[in-house]
């Protein structure tokens, strides 16, 4: 009876520890646009019930999380107007973040702050005022993996280029060390299509970013929330990438338009 009860014991503790809930704080911020542009509020608001519904252990706030928030994050994902402006303070406690494995999700204005050197440093590319440039409309992205020899990322694995609405930024100040994952066209005047989702890893940790996130209906998209999904499960190191997807988001990235 006693092996019986030791087994079972023994059996229960890596099921325990896979069952931990992953811990993610959102760095949020006011609203800047109009109607349904930089909803940054509203975000905040919707994915930290979304991530909690989907069975993490969600927090954020409209501003940098504190050392002792950040102790407590496994994921910052990051959506506010100038989101990488950070004082001595916050940029030293993301750095000790970062060295434990801490993962970083940037969604679009947050790669815009104001010292892009160092942001490009832990997110692998930034906005930099005077160089590079934006255009809102129609776009297409382009998956840029799909057709590669050794295949896709694991985050676009399966995913078709798809048309929306939204804004691209380009001319950005790129590592080139980044894995860019999806491209788009500038559209103006010459031909030149740049990276608008892409990763980025560095000593112990990881970074996705994406472009896309101008307008609220793009996290709508069952297609774009899966890839978006995906890229908090990668920074996070986690095996099933669509673990806190659902079947239809997962079914969407290959048939986006139906």
């Not at 890839?227 to 996070?236: F, N």
Request: aromatic share 10%; net charge neutral; hydrophobic share 40%.
């Amino acid at each position: 009876m006693k092996r019986l009860v030791l087994f079972a014991l023994f059996a229960a503790i890596p099921l325990a520890a896979h069952a931990a809930p992953l811990r993610v704080f959102i760095r949020g911020g006011v609203k800047t646009h109009g109607p349904n542009a930089h909803e940054h509020e509203r975000f905040l608001n919707e994915w930290t019930k979304l991530l909690t519904e989907r069975g993490m252990k969600a927090d954020g706030a409209k501003d940098w999380p504190n050392a002792m928030q950040l102790s407590k994050t496994d994921v910052l994902v990051m959506y506010a107007q100038d989101g990488a402006n950070a004082t001595p303070e916050q940029k030293e406690n993301l750095a000790k973040f970062t060295k434990r494995g801490g993962g970083i999700v940037v969604i679009h204005t947050a790669v815009v702050g104001n010292d892009p050197a160092w942001w490009k440093s832990v997110i692998g590319g930034a906005w930099v005022q005077g160089k590079t440039k934006w255009r809102e409309g129609p776009m297409e992205l382009h998956y840029s993996e799909k057709d590669k020899p050794g295949g896709p990322h694991p985050i676009t694995l399966g995913a078709a280029d798809f048309k929306m609405d939204d804004e691209i930024y380009y001319d950005l100040d790129m590592s080139p060390d980044v894995r860019v994952l999806a491209e788009s066209d500038t559209r103006d005047g010459t031909p030149k299509v740049q990276a608008q989702i892409w990763t980025y890893e560095k000593d112990n940790y990881r970074a996705f970013v994406s472009i896309p996130g101008h307008l609220i209906g793009t996290f709508e998209r069952p297609n774009y929330r899966a890839i978006l999904l995906r890229g908090i499960a990668w920074t996070a190191k986690r095996t099933n990438l669509d673990e806190f997807c659902k079947p239809e988001e997962v079914k969407a990235l290959s048939a986006p338009d139906k």
